[in-house]
């Protein structure tokens, strides 16, 4: 069958460094993606990992291990507008989101 | 920029109106996709289009349908609207499926349904 599994809510404070993990079983897998969304605003496509591995994009990294079909975001020197939520979405054929992450970074 | 628009930010209807939601792509893109995303549940698909006419069921079908006669226009239907279908309805596009193909999604039309 299929599942995702990643934290419902994270709290940091700004300047501070969050891991946000995602496990998944899908039967099919390209890849993984992750998306930001801000409340009340559409989700935004962050990053893409097929291969195992760091892809770092500015403050932003992904990081992806298929054989343990697990992934993590990594935001660095958090900034109180990286307050939204975060969803990780195995590519099969099609994307499949979960629940989302809702980060919350404090003053 | 791919610029993905929701006829409406905002929608209210009753209960047992059909109900017509407009998702209109400016780049030529040949998938097309209708989530609803409600507190605590994430996004679900609901259905999804890979070609003029052709649609294939998502995760959670039942009491919708949706049209696809254009290449660039998806529409969501609620044949009989009902309160439990109150939500944030998103409408999102790739350029093909499968690989690293970012998904760019509407603003959302957020419906209500009295």
């Known amino acids: 069958g299929q599942s995702l599994e990643q934290p419902s809510e994270v709290t940091a404070v700004e300047g501070a460094i969050v891991q946000i993990n995602c496990t998944y079983q899908t039967s099919g897998f390209y890849g993984l993606s992750w998306y930001q969304q801000h409340d009340g605003g559409a989700p935004t496509f962050l990053s893409y990992?097929?291969?195992?591995g760091l892809e770092e994009t500015g403050r932003f990294s992904s990081f992806l291990s298929r054989s343990d079909s697990y992934g993590y975001l990594l935001l660095q020197e958090l900034q109180m507008k990286d307050s939204a939520s975060y969803f990780c979405a195995p590519q099969d054929y099609i994307p499949t989101f979960g629940r989302g992450t809702s980060l919350i970074v404090h003053p | 920029d791919v610029k993905v628009t929701q006829s409406s930010r905002y929608l209210v209807k009753r209960t047992g109106e059909k109900v017509f939601l407009e998702c209109v792509q400016d780049?030529?893109?040949?998938?097309m996709f209708w989530y609803r995303q409600d507190p605590g549940l994430g996004l679900r698909l609901i259905y999804f289009?890979?070609?003029?006419?052709?649609?294939e069921k998502g995760d959670i079908p039942e009491g919708y349908s949706v049209s696809r006669e254009k290449k660039e226009r998806f529409s969501l239907i609620l044949e009989s609207a009902s309160t439990n279908q109150t939500s944030m309805y998103l409408c999102?596009?790739?350029?093909?499926?499968?690989?690293?193909?970012?998904?760019?999604f509407g603003d959302g039309t957020r419906l209500s349904i009295l």
């Open positions: 999102a596009s790739t350029t093909r499926a499968g690989e690293n193909q970012p998904q760019h």
């Open positions: 780049m030529d893109h040949e998938n």
């Open positions: 289009s890979y070609d003029v006419k052709m649609k």
């Open positions: 990992n097929a291969l195992d």
